[in-house]
């Protein structure tokens, strides 16, 4: 399975945007897929995650915020942020595993898209 993040930018405090992972190569309609992202001297963390039947994990700091959905069909895995803050400046990762449930650790995913660089002014 070959990951395509796209659709990071620059935007100002509060505004929005849509992430999306396009996977290549074979489906990933079995696999989990999160949104893991890294800021500068940071570890990589897990945003948001969602199991193939569409199950939804968020870290709290973007709970009500975020929106991690799939669309199997078109084998893409889209991330919608809004009221972005300055804190969630950071390179945005799609990763997916053939676990069954959402896994935090990055270590547990098998494949990985390049990153996409979110950056929110104050």
């Known amino acids: 399975v070959q990951l395509q993040a796209s659709g990071g930018g620059l935007v100002q405090a509060g505004g929005s945007l849509r992430l999306s992972c396009q996977a290549s190569?074979?489906?990933?309609?079995?696999?989990?897929v999160g949104w893991f992202r890294q800021a500068p001297g940071k570890q990589r963390e897990l945003v948001a995650g969602?199991?193939?039947?569409?199950?939804?994990k968020y870290v709290d700091s973007v709970e009500g915020r975020f929106t991690i959905s799939r669309d199997n069909a078109k084998n893409t895995v889209d991330l919608q942020m809004t009221s972005l803050k300055p804190e969630d400046t950071a390179v945005y990762y799609c990763?997916?595993?053939?676990?069954?449930?959402?896994?935090?650790?990055?270590?547990?995913?098998?494949?990985w898209g390049q990153g996409t660089l979110v950056t929110v002014s104050s």
């Open positions: 990763a997916a595993s053939r676990s069954s449930r959402v896994l935090n650790s990055a270590r547990l995913y098998e494949y």
């Open positions: 190569g074979r489906s990933f309609s079995g696999h989990i």
């Open positions: 969602i199991t193939s039947g569409g199950t939804t």
